[in-house]
């Protein structure tokens, strides 16, 4: 079968990451986790004492460092040079401050370059912001995900047990409206769902659901059904 693109889309908590990872394994595709790329800029930045509103000096320490992702059996780690931060880049500091450092145009340019780079073999899942409307304008498959900020902040806060972390959940409803307002109304390539996008409203959904949702997307673009 030939190797497509698809671009996954929605705002904060919207279950992206967590169906993209399960897609990219099914169909033996790379999964691209785009907000992990600004994440990890966000924690050099915090690292090295970068303003976070000085979008020439994050270009700068863009440039002198280098963000990987490696494949492991029990999921993907990112990289910084060789460090491994794919815990440090979840922590409460990089979260709440990550779409000052998304919003500047120059650093976006940057990373979009990296992740088309990424992208440009096709046999991807890539999930974010605005990879069906500006990264991967021409993914065969586009879907935007969205859910109620309520399950969204239920989702996270489960999470977070899960982890060990327990957190409030009117202040992570609060953060999550937050990054959602930041992220949707920037200037450059704001979260808005691609014309071309097919629109899936997970709330009440099980993962297994929203799963089969795309699947079913994806039959029916490439006329397999
Ligand atoms: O999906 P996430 O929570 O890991 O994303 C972290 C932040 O990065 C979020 O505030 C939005 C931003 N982001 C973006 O602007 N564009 C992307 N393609 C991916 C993430």
Redesign the pocket.
């Known amino acids: 079968m030939k190797k497509i693109s698809i671009a996954i889309d929605g705002p ?1 908590s919207s279950g ?2 967590t169906v993209a990872k399960i897609l990219a394994e099914k169909l033996s595709y790379i999964y691209c ?4 790329m ?2 990890a800029l966000t924690y050099l930045a915090i690292t090295a004492g970068v303003d976070m509103e000085d979008g020439s000096a994050l270009c700068r320490l863009l440039s002198q460092h280098s963000i990987t992702f490696k494949q492991q059996s029990e999921g993907q780690l990112v990289f910084v040079d060789k460090e491994d931060v794919t815990e440090a880049i979840r922590q409460g500091d990089v979260t709440n401050t ?2 000052v450092v ?1 919003a500047h145009g120059e650093v976006r340019e940057k990373l979009v370059e990296l992740q088309q780079q990424i992208g440009k073999q096709g046999g991807i899942v890539m999930d ?4 069906g409307t500006t ?1 991967l304008p021409d993914a065969e498959v586009k879907i935007f995900l969205v859910a109620s900020v309520e399950e969204r902040a239920e989702r996270r806060y489960k999470e977070n047990l899960s982890k060990g972390i327990n957190t409030d959940f009117e202040t992570l409803k609060q953060e999550i409206e937050r ?1 959602d307002r ?2 949707s109304t920037r200037e450059v390539s704001p979260l808005v769902q691609a014309e071309d996008a097919v629109r899936i409203d997970t709330t009440g959904m099980t993962i297994l659901a929203v799963v089969e949702a795309i699947e079913a997307v994806i039959s029916e673009k490439l006329g397999l059904d």
């Open positions: 904060a992206k990451s986790d785009t907000g992990a600004y994440r990550v779409s998304a974010g912001r605005d990879i990264v990054r930041i992220d």
